[in-house]
């Protein structure tokens, strides 16, 4: 059975950082894509960032673009997500998934191209 953890969530100053990390049980994290992605109340689900399994490259959503960073623990099945400088505009539940088509991250990809969604792990940064 494939599932995708995700933690690492919480309570946090603006300012302040996390490192999410999304461990996966039977997928290989590195034969795919791995996305993060992150949901508002309110908004749709957006992609954050995207690390990919054929040559590591990463991309990054613009606005988190220079504050986050997307990285991959091949021995642990772990991708992690660093997030630091939060802004309030931060917050929302953050997902992970993986790319079922591709193994290379490409900006603008539909999310229905990714599957294994996590449950999701709140990160809130507020005052």
């Known amino acids: 059975q494939v599932q995708f953890v995700e933690s690492g969530g919480g309570l946090v100053q603006p300012g302040g950082s996390l490192r999410l990390s999304c461990r996966g049980s039977?997928?290989?994290?590195?034969?795919?894509?791995i996305g993060w992605f992150r949901q508002a109340p309110g908004k749709e689900r957006e992609a954050v960032s995207c690390i990919s399994s054929s040559d590591g490259t990463t991309i990054y959503e613009a606005s988190v673009k220079g504050r986050f960073t997307i990285s991959r623990d091949h021995a642990e099945n772990t991708v992690y997500l660093q997030m630091t400088s939060l802004k309030i505009e931060d917050t929302a539940v953050y997902y992970c998934?993986?790319?079922?088509?591709?193994?290379?991250?490409?900006?603008?990809?539909?999310?229905?191209?990714?599957?294994?969604w996590g449950q999701g792990t709140q990160v809130t940064v507020s005052s």
């Open positions: 998934a993986a790319n079922l088509m591709r193994r290379l991250c490409i900006s603008g990809v539909p999310n229905y191209e990714y599957g294994y």
């Open positions: 039977g997928f290989p994290l590195d034969s795919r894509a």
